[in-house]
């Protein structure tokens, strides 16, 4: 599949030393607002067309699926000008910037019968579904809480501190944690606590989300830009409880009995970067002529997006 990267900023270079390593994909265009930028990556990672503006990657006939790795704030924009143009694109999260733009994008994914996906990689890596299937075996019993964490220091960071770029911790590091808790627990959220402490520029510098779901459980949640934190997600039951080692790139599951002892390890296969997996996943959707991806499907991500809507109005 001819596979296209707008925007090579940071991790648009782990994607491609991703792609070049799958044979799924022809590492084809990649495209950005500056022509010696285009042609730099392009150079490095072996693409075949380097192009100076955006609109002339979306208008190139040969292109099938765009990977969209611009700042938050322009995600809506970029992705828009891709799918007008016939192209599947898989989009970096946060998805959008507001559920909003988010529920635009889907409807005119579907009307012009394009796959359009978010790029929240822990959904399609294979630890998620060894997490789901152990909790599905009941190993820690009936399940009725869970924490996470995830930060970094990234006060240095343009995209993260302009608000213009739609910064803060919540849009950026903050959805691995409620991802976490969404893909855990999933009856309707019933209720909402957060906090945060904003920059002088209004961003979150860091932030704490407690969810209350409908039925009855409950998943606390902390995410930051200013320090380094553990990365660990918690999962409580009646029968134990379980860690999660980096909840943004499992490393490892280590499950608990009633006596605190370490009764299992459980790892996670080996991976090129762990960005393979979602890019596997849209070239199979498309090849099955789907609009979304299985793992991350589009009302997860519009839930996903309302509550990061519903919490901000809170911090107002
Ligand atoms: N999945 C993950 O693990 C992961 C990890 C890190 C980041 N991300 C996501 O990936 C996206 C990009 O993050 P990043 O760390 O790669 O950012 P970055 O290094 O700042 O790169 C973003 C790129 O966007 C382009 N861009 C377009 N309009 C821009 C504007 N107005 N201001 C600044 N840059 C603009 C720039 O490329 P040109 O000017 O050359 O076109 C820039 O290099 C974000 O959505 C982020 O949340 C995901």
């Not at 292109?63 to 016939?86: D, F, M, Q, R, T």
């Not at 959008?96 to 790029?119: C, F, R, W, Y």
């Not at 090849?287 to 809507?309: A, F, Q």
Request: with cysteine; hydrophobic share 40%.
């Amino acid at each position: 599949m001819k596979f296209a990267i707008l925007a090579p900023g940071k991790i648009a270079h782990m994607m491609a030393k991703t792609v070049t390593q799958l044979e799924e994909v022809e590492c084809y265009a990649v495209a950005s607002r500056s022509y010696d930028r285009a042609e730099v990556f392009a150079k490095q990672w072996n693409f075949e067309k380097a192009y100076g503006s955006y609109e002339e990657l979306a208008e190139d006939p040969e292109v099938e699926l765009v990977y969209i790795a611009s700042p938050h704030s322009h995600h809506y924009e970029h992705a828009k000008l891709c799918l007008e143009h016939g192209k599947h694109v898989l989009l970096e999260k946060a998805f959008t910037v507001n559920a909003a733009q988010a529920e635009e994008l889907i409807a005119l994914a579907k009307e012009k019968k394009l796959l359009l996906a978010e790029a929240i990689w822990t959904r399609y890596m294979p630890g998620r579904k060894l997490l789901d299937d152990l909790l599905a075996d009941g190993v820690i019993g009936n399940v009725t809480s869970l924490t996470a964490n995830l930060g970094y220091v990234l006060t240095n960071v343009e995209r993260m501190i302009k608000p213009e770029l739609a910064g803060g911790a919540l849009l950026d590091v903050g959805v691995y944690p409620i991802n976490f808790a969404l893909m855990t627990f999933h009856s309707e959220v019933a209720e909402i606590d957060t906090t945060a402490v904003m920059s002088d520029k209004g961003v979150d510098l860091m932030n704490s989300v407690t969810l209350t779901f409908a039925d009855g459980k409950m998943a606390v949640l902390h995410s930051s830009m200013q320090s380094l934190t553990d990365r660990e997600g918690v999962i409580f039951g009646d029968q134990g409880y379980i860690e999660v080692q980096n909840i943004n790139n499992c490393e490892e599951i280590r499950i608990y009995d009633l006596d605190r002892n370490l009764v299992r390890r459980v790892n996670v296969p080996e991976q090129i970067t762990g960005y393979e997996y979602e890019v596997l996943s849209c070239i199979k959707a498309i090849r099955e002529g789907k609009s979304e991806c299985p793992e991350m499907p589009h009302e997860e991500t519009l839930r996903v997006m309302r509550l990061l809507d519903e919490i901000r109005s809170k911090w107002a």
